[in-house]
């Protein structure tokens, strides 16, 4: 960082934040195989939670690869800093006091370590598990085949490597389950790891 540049404190608190929202500012990010299920499930778990109470919002990969992301492409030093950037926006939104629920192949260890580390708030690395074999077999974009083909050269699970979480935080096999029992699952260590709270009454207009 310049010397010249300076850290502008917020003067709002986490505890402010909290008595706004009613819970803490979290990332939850969701790791896995194209096919696995990620952004479904992401987008499902926003629903639920927001008809909860919660504030939240999904980062996709794919969404963030049209704006934010739209100048790189798939070679390792591109994923590390596409894996970057989200971390960094998450990190942003937990800040904030949301609950970021970030979507992403991200297929690097130290990437997802990296995208932990630059959140102040808490990090929950899941792992969407479900394997590759059933992730082909579902191929909703038609993408495996065309990796099978070589018309898309360094695919995750294909012609590029994807490294399992070792310890996550939490796993969901959405391979041997229906999405809507994933996400019960997934809803219920949620809402045990951010309990709800009391709300701050809306300000008199």
């Not at 990190?91 to 997802?112: H, K, Q, T, V």
């Amino acid at each position: 960082m310049p010397s010249y540049l300076t850290t502008i404190r917020h003067s709002i608190e986490n505890t402010d934040r909290y008595t706004h929202y009613g819970h803490t500012g979290a990332v939850l990010w969701l790791t896995g195989l194209s096919g696995s299920g990620k952004s479904s499930l992401a987008m499902a778990l926003e629903e639920a939670l927001l008809t909860r109470g919660y504030s939240c919002y999904v980062l996709d990969g794919d969404n963030l690869r049209h704006g934010l992301n739209a100048n790189l492409g798939f070679s390792p030093q591109d994923r590390s800093e596409n894996i970057r950037r989200a971390g960094e926006v998450a990190a942003l939104f937990a800040d904030a006091g949301l609950i970021c629920i970030a979507a992403f192949i991200s297929p690097y260890r130290a990437d997802r370590e990296r995208a932990r580390q630059s959140c102040a708030q808490a990090f929950y690395e899941i792992h969407i598990a479900a394997d590759l074999a059933t992730c082909e077999g579902r191929d909703p974009k038609g993408l495996y085949k065309k990796a099978r083909a070589g018309l898309i050269t360094e695919f995750t699970g294909v012609s590029a490597p994807y490294e399992m979480p070792l310890q996550a935080d939490y796993v969901v096999d959405t391979g041997s389950e229906p999405l809507i029992q994933s996400l019960e699952k997934l809803l219920a260590y949620v809402t045990t790891q951010l309990p709800l709270g009391p709300r701050s009454a809306p300000p008199e207009m």
